[in-house]
C-alpha cells in the first residue's frame, strides 16, 4: 500500500531583499526593506552616524494612591547633593523633601504652612523660620497666599496623571520652559531669576574650613597637656 503523500503547502512568492537601498526618498516607499544580518556591515555603509539597539520600552511605574495622582519630579543631582552638604538640621531637609513631593504639574505646591506642621508632624511656629531660610536661597517662592512655587531649574513635576471621581482620567503637562519664561518675567528675587548655589558651596567650604580649625586647636591642646604630664 503506498504510503499517503504529505499535503502540499501554498506556493508563496520568494520573499527577495532589495539590493541596495533606494538613494530616491520617495521610492523607498514604495520598496521592500533589505533584511539586515550584520550590524557591522551597516556600521561601515553609514561611519558617521551611531547605531544602538534597544529593548522594547516598558510602561513606567509610579506609587501612588487614589488621593495623589501619579506624578514625578526632575530634581537636579547638584542641587540634592548641596542642600545635603549645606542644611545642619533635619527640619529644612525634611521641608524641602515634602515640598518636592507637594508639586503639581508646573511646579507650584498648593499647601498652607499648617499643611506643612500637619504632616511633619513638628509645631507651626517651627515651620515658618525653616520655610523663609529656604526661600531666602531662591529654592522656593511664594506665588499667593497657601501656594508655593519650586524653583523649576532645582525640582520640577512636568506632568500629571489625575484620576477623576467617575474614573476618567485627565492628562495635565506643562513644559518647563513655559512656567521659566512666566516666572522670569515677573519681578523676582535674583536666586530665583538666575538660580546658582555658588554662595551655599561658598558657606559649605568656610563651614570645613572652621571645623577643620576647631580640630587642629583641640588636637594641639590634648598635645599640650600631654607634653605637660610627661614633664611632671
Do not use: W
Given at each position: 500500500?503506498?504510503?499517503p503523500?504529505?499535503?502540499?503547502?501554498?506556493?508563496?512568492?520568494?520573499?527577495v531583499?532589495?539590493?541596495?537601498?533606494?538613494?530616491?526618498?520617495?521610492?523607498?516607499?514604495g520598496?521592500?526593506?533589505?533584511?539586515?544580518?550584520?550590524?557591522?556591515?551597516?556600521a561601515r555603509?553609514?561611519?558617521?552616524?551611531?547605531?544602538?539597539l534597544?529593548?522594547?520600552?516598558?510602561?513606567?511605574?509610579?506609587?501612588?494612591?487614589?488621593?495623589?495622582?501619579?506624578?514625578?519630579?526632575?530634581?537636579?543631582?547638584e542641587?540634592?547633593?548641596?542642600i545635603?552638604?549645606y542644611?545642619?538640621?533635619?527640619?529644612?531637609?525634611?521641608l524641602?523633601?515634602?515640598?518636592?513631593a507637594?508639586?503639581?504639574?508646573g511646579?507650584?505646591?498648593?499647601?498652607?504652612?499648617?499643611d506643612?506642621?500637619a504632616?511633619?508632624?513638628?509645631?507651626?511656629?517651627?515651620v515658618?523660620?525653616?520655610?523663609?531660610?529656604?526661600?531666602q536661597?531662591?529654592?522656593v517662592?511664594r506665588?499667593?497666599?497657601?501656594?508655593?512655587?519650586?524653583?523649576?531649574?532645582?525640582?520640577y513635576?512636568?506632568?500629571e496623571?489625575?484620576?477623576g471621581?467617575e474614573?476618567?482620567?485627565?492628562?495635565?503637562?506643562?513644559?518647563?520652559?513655559d512656567?521659566?519664561?512666566?516666572l522670569?518675567?515677573?519681578?523676582?528675587?535674583?536666586?530665583v531669576?538666575?538660580?546658582?548655589?555658588?554662595?551655599?558651596?561658598?558657606?559649605?567650604?568656610?563651614?570645613r574650613k572652621?571645623?577643620?580649625?576647631?580640630?587642629?586647636?583641640?588636637?594641639?591642646?590634648?598635645?599640650?597637656?600631654?607634653?605637660?604630664?610627661?614633664?611632671?
Amino acid at each position: 500500500m503506498p504510503e499517503p503523500q504529505s499535503r502540499r503547502r501554498a506556493s508563496q512568492r520568494a520573499y527577495v531583499p532589495a539590493q541596495e537601498d533606494p538613494d530616491d526618498p520617495l521610492q523607498a516607499f514604495g520598496s521592500r526593506l533589505r533584511a539586515i544580518t550584520d550590524l557591522d556591515e551597516v556600521a561601515r555603509k553609514y561611519p558617521d552616524r551611531e547605531l544602538s539597539l534597544g529593548r522594547r520600552r516598558q510602561k513606567l511605574e509610579f506609587y501612588s494612591s487614589p488621593e495623589r495622582p501619579n506624578a514625578f519630579a526632575m530634581a537636579s543631582l547638584e542641587f540634592l547633593l548641596v542642600i545635603a552638604q549645606y542644611y545642619r538640621e533635619a527640619l529644612p531637609l525634611r521641608l524641602i523633601l515634602l515640598l518636592i513631593a507637594g508639586q503639581r504639574a508646573g511646579g507650584q505646591i498648593p499647601m498652607t504652612q499648617d499643611d506643612m506642621a500637619a504632616i511633619l508632624d513638628v509645631p507651626r511656629q517651627k515651620v515658618n523660620p525653616a520655610l523663609q531660610e529656604i526661600m531666602q536661597h531662591g529654592i522656593v517662592l511664594r506665588r499667593r497666599p497657601g501656594v508655593y512655587q519650586f524653583n523649576p531649574p532645582y525640582s520640577y513635576v512636568a506632568a500629571e496623571l489625575i484620576r477623576g471621581a467617575e474614573g476618567q482620567t485627565e492628562y495635565v503637562q506643562v513644559d518647563q520652559q513655559d512656567a521659566l519664561k512666566e516666572l522670569r518675567a515677573g519681578s523676582l528675587p535674583e536666586l530665583v531669576r538666575y538660580p546658582s548655589l555658588q554662595h551655599m558651596r561658598e558657606a559649605i567650604d568656610e563651614l570645613r574650613k572652621e571645623r577643620a580649625a576647631k580640630r587642629r586647636a583641640r588636637r594641639q591642646r590634648f598635645e599640650s597637656l600631654g607634653e605637660k604630664e610627661q614633664e611632671q
